[in-house]
């Protein structure tokens, strides 16, 4: 089965840990991207990469860190610098083609609450 | 900045009561518009992308449409599983996609 799978899938921190969550696609697409969502809020871009050992900031990078090692991995590292981290937190990927990038497809996401 | 706007942020419908939720946008050159499906606690479900204006795409009882300032998701007859939140997306040349607030739609039996 292709697909993207996250986990944990519920992660608990306490105040001045990092914790790391790990996202994970056999779909061969390109580009992998981090939200974070908020009630009300919609989906906010944490971070973003559309090649391996590269990423962008998105609008919300601060207190966050990622790596892109391998096409298929992108984790997200929460520090202790990022002062209200519980939310649930949604990896996305999707294929590069001739129409720039097509449809994100999305994990089933890790809810993060801090003690 | 691209902008997106869904209305209404909620809908409270009647089993078989059909209606049409809202997405404004505004962008600097569309390359895609994208209608997604969200349920409570899981990630968003992929439904339809438009990319130019006056194309449709249907699936079961959802129909997506677009113009050069909006699409619009009718739905037709709905059940009670329709229920969920729905987002919609849009695209402009290399950049992430940029989402709306979501519209949060109750069917009732």
């Known amino acids: 089965d292709g697909g993207i799978t996250q986990s944990p899938k519920y992660l608990f921190r306490k105040e001045g840990q990092n914790v790391t969550l790990s996202c994970e696609q056999n779909?061969?697409?390109?580009?992998m991207y981090w939200y974070r969502q908020d009630p009300g809020q919609g989906l906010r871009l944490i971070y973003y990469?559309?090649?391996?050992?590269?990423?962008q900031k998105g609008d919300i990078a601060e207190g966050y860190s990622v790596s892109r090692e391998k096409k298929e991995s992108f984790p997200l590292t929460v520090t202790s610098a990022q002062k209200n981290p519980t939310a649930f937190y949604l990896c996305?990927?999707?294929?590069?083609?001739?129409?720039?990038?097509?449809?994100?497809?999305f994990g089933p996401g890790t809810r993060l609450t801090v003690l | 900045e691209d902008q997106v706007t869904q209305s209404p942020e909620a809908l409270r419908l009647q089993e078989g009561e059909s209606s049409s939720l809202n997405c404004s946008y505004t962008?600097?050159?569309?390359?895609?518009l994208f209608w997604y499906r969200q349920d409570p606690g899981k990630g968003p479900e992929f439904l339809f992308t438009?990319?130019?204006a006056g194309e449709e795409k249907e699936k079961e009882r959802l129909k997506a449409t677009l113009t050069k300032k909006e699409s619009f998701l009718h739905i037709t007859a709905p059940k009670p599983e329709d229920s969920a939140t729905y987002l919609c997306?849009?695209?402009?040349?290399?950049?992430?996609?940029?989402f709306g607030k979501g519209t949060r739609l109750s069917v009732i039996a």
């Open positions: 996305a990927s999707t294929l590069k083609t001739s129409r720039a990038y097509n449809e994100q497809f």
């Open positions: 779909l061969n697409h390109d580009a």
């Open positions: 990469s559309q090649i391996v050992n590269d990423f």
């Open positions: 962008v600097s050159g569309l390359r895609g």
């Open positions: 438009l990319y130019s």
């Open positions: 997306a849009v695209q402009s040349g290399n950049t992430p996609l940029v």
